[in-house]
């Protein structure tokens, strides 16, 4: 069974611009969640999309916005770039039942230069 | 608002040494636990959750930990390291209903000399 699937593994990006970040979830996960690691901050949640809405945001700018379609599959954008933008950017996937967790993809290391 | 704290950032250990990685939440209502994996250019890997029942759940790697519910404690334990254990864990709280959101301490990069 394939895994979280993450595209780009890796995207260079200039201050200002904007970036659009993919994840396919597990086959049959509905589920899907975002989370930024950084060295200093950690990993911290951006936030999780459940059956094509928003159920849960943490506690970041507007510029970071996501949405998922009705094949699970999720997409996020970060709008107008900033340095302290660069991150590794992991999606977990999950069936959304109690008793089970989430699995992560490898992730998009953002660069912005 | 949720919390959680990992006590150990970095642990130096020899082959064949006992490990234990404190994790100490905050939330007062139900939680589910998770101890989370990172090695080097891998992806987060679950090791262990616990959800209900059993306080002490067993996981992949002889990996176990302990809940306790008075400390709001879920320590991490490993009877006997191995090289191949090196790598960053990370603790990780699920609190709430309907919903994965996951609150991570800040993590334990495990160092392991053979």
């Known amino acids: 069974k394939a895994g979280v699937t993450q595209t780009p593994r890796y995207l260079i990006k200039t201050r200002g611009q904007q970036v659009t970040l993919s994840c396919s979830p597990i086959s049959g996960h509905r589920s899907v969640s975002w989370y930024q690691q950084t060295p200093g901050q950690g990993l911290q949640f951006l936030f999780e999309?459940?059956?094509?809405?928003?159920?849960n945001k943490g506690n970041f700018p507007g510029r970071f916005s996501g949405r998922q379609f009705s094949n699970s599959r999720s997409e996020m954008n970060v709008s107008t770039l900033e340095l302290g933008d660069s991150a590794l950017y992991l999606c977990?996937?999950?069936?959304?039942?109690?008793?089970?967790?989430?699995?992560f993809g490898q992730g998009t290391r953002l660069t912005v230069v | 608002a949720q919390s959680v704290s990992q006590h150990n950032h970095h642990v130096i250990l020899s082959e064949a040494a006992s490990l234990e990685l404190g994790c100490n939440y905050s939330y007062g209502g139900t939680v589910n636990l998770f101890w989370y994996v990172q090695y080097p250019g891998q992806h987060l890997q679950l090791l262990l959750k616990?959800?209900?029942?059993?306080?002490l759940v067993k996981g992949i790697k002889g990996f176990e930990a302990e809940f306790i519910k008075s400390k709001f404690s879920f320590n991490l334990r490993k009877p006997s390291v191995q090289w191949s254990d090196t790598a960053e864990y990370f603790c990780?709280?699920?609190?709430?209903?309907?919903?994965?959101?996951?609150?991570f301490g800040t993590g334990t990069r495990l160092q392991v000399f053979p």
């Open positions: 990780a709280v699920n609190a709430g209903r309907n919903t994965d959101k996951l609150i």
């Open positions: 616990y959800f209900s029942g059993d306080p």
């Open positions: 977990a996937s999950s069936l959304a039942m109690r008793g089970t967790e989430a699995f």
């Open positions: 999309y459940f059956s094509e809405t928003q159920r």
